[in-house]
């Protein structure tokens, strides 16, 4: 999971460099998940852990899914990048996983070379978010009842208007 | 993985009653990917083998995740639901597996109470996407090169204008 933390007000998203990388791209903080952790819940804590950086979900922006990569146990890896609202603006980064840390501004991430493939399209589909509106660009999440009682799952997909959320079922 | 096979033409989508349930709940075809196989591979080879129908991918529609499901074997499991065009259309349903097998007008689906909350979510997103367009509704797909020679990787998100596709990079 990744967090890509947006500033709605100054236009600003973070971003590391990791430490002992080949190539110094500027990426969104992240890491993967424990067993049994939302995927929300992933993106705001290792955003915390990297960066210090405190925030909340909003939506997901993008999944990857790639199969026999070298780094990946032999495993087909989920790679998901959630759009995240700060809570706070401090940074205070883990020096053992991040070179840099910084707040940069959208449309400088969005022209940069400096960064990888993945990063530079999320951050265009940030940036027409912010143009135009993030309902262009959120997969939006609700929290429904399970048939397990006291279970909850959590559902991901675009908005729906209220006329196709309510077509009646007969009861 | 589950495939909401829905013939644009005809307005019918396939759905099946699983064997072996307390309640016989319409949903859409489908079950657990190999290691190693493409979400919407396993759609389609799900499809194939519960119902014999063949189809294509067309895009992700909802995505679900649940922690600590009483058959999920204390994992947390994601269950995605992929938009499939059929490519044949004569049922020959896995009697092992499906009680019942049929193609079924969307609105019946959209309005029946026998289906499941996440059966009946998808087919308003459906219907949303029928009759206004299904780039309201969808989660596109793109294929691009990995860093690995040789290797692609499958990346899921909103469709973005062409404005926003070619924001330059400064190379």
């Given amino acids: 999971m990744q ?8 236009g600003k998203v973070l971003v590391v460099q990791d430490r002992n990388k080949m190539k110094n791209a500027w990426k969104f903080p992240g890491g993967l998940s424990e067993p049994g952790e939302d995927i929300g819940d992933t993106a705001i804590r290792e955003v915390l852990e990297e960066t210090g950086i405190k925030s909340e979900f909003k939506s997901l922006l993008s999944i990857r899914q790639q199969h026999g990569a070298p780094n990946a146990f032999g495993k087909s890896d989920m790679y998901i990048i959630c759009r995240l609202r700060p809570l706070s603006f401090h940074i205070s980064f883990c020096p053992h996983e991040c070179l840099k840390c910084e707040w940069m501004n959208l449309t400088d991430l969005a022209q940069t070379d400096d960064t990888t493939p993945i990063t530079h399209k999320v951050a265009n589909l940030l940036l027409y978010g912010h143009r135009e509106g993030f309902e262009k660009v959120d997969i939006a999440m609700q929290e429904l009842p399970s048939v397990y009682v006291g279970l909850f799952y959590k559902l991901y997909h675009r908005e729906l208007p209220e006329l196709y959320e309510n077509i009646a079922r007969m009861d």
Same sequence: chains 1, 2.
Avoid at 3 to 10: R, Y
């Fill in 3 to 10: 967090g890509a933390v947006f500033d709605e007000d100054t």
